[in-house]
Nanobody
């Protein structure tokens, strides 16, 4: 089986930073695309960022210039560096992976931006 395991969520003040990490474990050696989505209270799940194994990151408009996605394929890890955090970034963040046309999702990690 394949699992995506997230870490790094927590409480941070507005203007602060957090770094989320996600590692995939199981039978898949490499994911074609990995990334992050988020779902805020009362809202639909939205794209945060995605990154192919050898390509450039794609970001949702609301996080461009503030968040950076990166991958370490040897460690099977995707990370999301979140800077200049705003209260509206508060959400459950879900790690995402896709390989051979199959999508995989992590359990989610909570990010709360509040003073």
């Amino acid at each position: 089986q394949v699992q995506l395991v997230e870490s790094g969520g927590g409480l941070v003040q507005p203007g602060g930073s957090l770094r989320l990490s996600c590692t995939h474990v199981g039978s898949i050696f490499n994911m074609y695309v990995m990334g992050w989505y988020r779902q805020a209270p009362g809202k639909q799940r939205e794209l945060v960022a995605t990154l192919p194994g050898g390509g450039r990151g794609q970001y949702g408009d609301s996080v461009k210039g503030r968040f950076t996605i990166s991958r370490d394929n040897a460690k099977k890890t995707v990370s999301l560096q979140m800077n200049s955090l705003k209260p509206e970034d508060t959400a459950v963040y879900y790690c995402y992976g896709k390989e051979s046309g199959v999508e995989y999702w992590g359990q989610g990690t909570v990010v709360t931006v509040s003073s």
